[in-house]
């Protein structure tokens, strides 16, 4: 069960550490929300991986979903509204409290 907190802690800085990291791709739509879909992928498999996690995926399923073509057409949707970035640091937040809770 270490393994497994150790592992979901990562994701959940390394998700936010790279939250920044892409900011370069910032003025380019196309590529900012193939990363932002394949992130919300990555974080979707990690809640799913956790028990604790299970709740955040029934109350707000659209986040957590594993379909990748909805998290990328929801990104170019809202593109430079600031809404992506948001919706990605509530995922990692969301994972680091359930990690916490294990």
Same mark, same amino acid.
């Given at each position: 069960?270490?393994?497994?907190?150790?592992?979901?802690?990562?994701?959940?800085?390394?998700?936010? #550490?790279?939250?920044? &990291?892409?900011? @370069?791709? =910032?003025?380019? !739509?196309? %590529?900012?929300c193939?990363?932002?879909?394949?992130? #919300?992928?990555?974080? &979707?498999?990690? @809640?799913? =991986?956790?028990? !604790?996690? %299970?709740?955040?995926?029934?109350?707000?399923?659209?986040?957590?979903?594993?379909?990748?073509? @909805?998290?990328?057409?929801?990104?170019?949707?809202?593109?430079?509204?600031?809404?992506?970035?948001?919706?990605?640091?509530?995922?990692?937040?969301?994972?680091?409290?359930?990690?916490?809770?294990m």
């Open positions: 069960m270490l393994w497994k907190k150790l592992t979901i802690a990562a994701l959940g800085a390394g998700f936010g #550490a790279s939250l920044y &990291a892409n900011s @370069a791709l =910032a003025d380019d !739509p196309i %590529h900012y193939h990363w932002y879909a394949h992130t #919300a992928i990555e974080q &979707a498999h990690a @809640a799913r =991986a956790v028990w !604790p996690c %299970h709740h955040f995926i029934d109350e707000t399923p659209n986040r957590w979903t594993l379909d990748w073509g @909805a998290h990328y057409d929801w990104c170019l949707s809202v593109f430079g509204s600031g809404a992506n970035a948001s919706e990605h640091q509530i995922r990692a937040e969301n994972l680091n409290q359930c990690v916490n809770r």
